[in-house]
């Protein structure tokens, strides 16, 4: 097995995995930077776990924002992954956030969108899907999941995974990833695989269009190409961010783009980084006092095992709150490479947020974007 690349061992001698019990289920998750900004929460696919946004974290931490990696815990349905994961907000005192899903975890965090709008302020959707129709007919024993071997379940998923050759980044980030994977137990893999198959589809959402995100990629991807359009079609009026390469996992391989278009992404929804704040983060080693912000209930301290009074119970629908979006009346053009110029030259994109070496990795890294000229 190759080598953990040095800037995650950095990582993982500088920001803290946490793991706490809520309603007996297990939650593992880093948790890095300012408390005090509605953080950004990164939910993996199949064969991922918390540790592969460990870029994201520490690029955007050192940005000013606060980003949250989780694994997803032993749940079984789709509706009790909205209420485990709504449990898991509840006792760490966070109230909005906004969802960073990829492959399997964008078809999660729209499950959570729709069952829970409220709670939900935008989505990032990368190589994201609608509905488990197609993943269900492909895996006619997923009855027997639950008991089947654990070499065999690793064995399905790698087989889902694209085998060479790559460009060294994308063959870099296919091995992060075969060997997170072979960290999972038997029940993390069940699980996964029955929230890939349990048949089910994402209803209308209560969010605008206007915020949210769909950044794939052009290469080979897992999710079938008509999956990822159905996505697109579905939200006409989101913003696009298309990766030229990345393959499966560009939050690994295009790092450097994916944290810009995630940047960018919270600057348009209304997120202010606080790169001030970033010194006493690391002082903390980010494990600050979880704070109210936007929470008028005071749910209870990270690490509670309660079940905290839902500020706002919500149906699987949502249908009956009405509209809680604001409507959105901006120009049809949502693309993130339009965007991308547009506030580089009115925003000064970045100028005020890092130092000089970031500026030009980052500039170096929009080049390599479609269509995109500087």
């Known amino acids: 097995m190759s080598p953990a690349p040095g800037d995650y061992v950095y990582f993982k001698s500088q920001v803290p995995l946490h793991k706490i019990f809520i309603e007996n289920k297990q939650w593992r998750y880093y948790d890095f930077g ?34 949250i990696s989780v694994d997803v815990p032993h749940v079984w349905s789709h509706h009790e992954w909205a209420h485990a994961f709504e449990k898991f ?12 899903g990829t492959s399997l975890g964008g078809f999660l965090a729209l499950v959570f969108a729709q069952h829970r709008p409220r709670r939900v302020k935008s989505l990032v959707l990368s190589n994201a899907f609608l509905e488990t129709h197609k993943f269900a007919a492909s895996m006619p024993w997923s009855s027997v999941v639950n008991w089947t071997p654990s070499f065999l379940l690793k064995r399905y998923i790698l087989s889902g995974i694209r085998d060479g050759p790559h460009e060294p980044f994308i063959a870099d980030s296919v091995d992060f990833v075969v060997a997170q994977v072979e960290t999972l137990t038997r029940e993390d893999l069940s ?16 969010l605008s269009d206007s915020f949210i995100t769909i950044m ?18 579905r939200f006409p009026g989101a913003s696009r961010a298309i990766l030229k390469t990345g393959g499966d996992f560009p939050f690994l391989s295009r790092s450097d783009e994916v944290n810009l278009y ?56 949502g249908a009956s709150n009405g509209n809680l979006q604001p409507e959105y009346t901006g120009p049809s053009d949502h ?13 000064k994109v970045l100028d005020s947020l890092i130092h000089s070496s970031f500026i030009y990795r980052h500039i170096v890294a929009v080049q390599h974007c479609k269509s995109i000229k500087i």
Do not use: F, W
């Open 216 to 233: 794939d990629t052009n290469d080979y991807c897992a999710i079938p190409q008509q999956l990822k359009d159905q996505v697109s079609e």
């Open 335 to 347: 693309s993130l490479n339009a965007n991308l110029r547009r506030e580089t030259g009115s925003m």
């Open 262 to 317: 995630l940047q960018l992404h919270l600057r348009r929804v209304g997120v202010e980084a606080q790169p001030d704040k970033v010194q006493d983060s690391l002082e903390d080693g980010g494990d600050d006092d979880t704070s109210n912000y936007d929470n008028p209930s005071g749910h209870g301290e990270s690490g509670a095992t309660d079940d905290p009074q839902q500020p706002e119970p919500m149906g699987p629908s």
């Open 34 to 67: 300012p408390k005090t900004v509605p953080p950004l929460i990164c939910i993996p696919g199949i064969a991922g776990t918390t540790d592969v946004y460990y870029k994201q974290i520490m690029s955007l931490s050192m940005k000013g924002y606060r980003v």
């Open 191 to 206: 699980s996964r695989l029955k929230l890939n198959v349990n048949v089910a589809s994402v209803g209308p959402l209560l």
């Open 89 to 100: 907000l509840d006792t760490l005192s966070i109230y909005h956030v906004h969802l960073y």
